[in-house]
Nanobody, 127 residues
């Protein structure tokens, strides 16, 4: 059974940066698309979780939500079974619990359908 564990969340001031990591154990994710989602109070869509970014198994295809494009960067290291989310120029509206997810179908993952989910890591950007 694959388990995903996020880390790297925390409290950061507006304009600051954080780097989230999602490490997989119990199996290899080299054939899975990986994604990041977030959930804030009153969040709508995807069962309450907002799509942030997704990366194909090869790393060659990446999609971002418009709200984070140009500020966030998703990447992966298949040798380490880890996916990252570099978040720059953070804003108060980025405050949320961030989840990583994995699915063998990248398009399904984009709409929040995933084989595996992590437990989430809190990111707080005070206003």
């Amino acid at each position: 059974q694959v388990q995903l564990v996020e880390s790297g969340g925390g409290l950061v001031q507006t304009g600051g940066s954080l780097r989230l990591s999602c490490a997989a154990s119990g199996g290899t994710l080299s054939s899975y698309a990986m994604g990041w989602f977030r959930q804030a109070p009153a969040e709508a869509g995807c069962g309450g979780r907002e799509f942030v970014a997704v990366i194909s198994w090869s790393g060659n295809t990446i999609y971002y939500a418009d709200s984070v494009k140009g500020r966030f960067t998703i990447s992966r290291d298949n040798a380490k079974n880890t996916v990252y989310l570099q978040m720059n120029s953070l804003k108060p509206e980025d405050t949320a619990v961030y989840y990583c997810a994995a699915d063998q179908d990248m398009l399904s993952l984009t709409i929040g359908q995933a084989d595996y989910w992590g437990q989430g890591t809190q990111v707080t950007v005070p206003s």
